[in-house]
């Protein structure tokens, strides 16, 4: 699951959003101050390549590393 980093170009708040594909679009706001005028900024834990068994920092929440699914219910760890 693709976690992105956002800030608000009003108030400059930092927030994550999660989506549940890369191509998943949907409006965003500011959990401050409600604006919908905020841009995406990178950050290394919102780099995730679907497949591409890279993604050695998931901070431990979904997967078991051996296998690419978001929920370990099919490789038995
Ligand atoms: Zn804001």
Sequence with gaps: MPIYDFQCNQ???KFDEYFRSASERKKLFCPSCK???VKKIFSVF???VKGGG???SDGGSGGCGSCTA???TGCGS
């Design 46 to 48: 919102g780099m995730s």
């Design 11 to 13: 108030c400059d708040t």
């Design 35 to 37: 604006s919908g005028n």
């Design 54 to 56: 890279a993604a050695g």
């Design 70 to 72: 978001s929920s370990c």
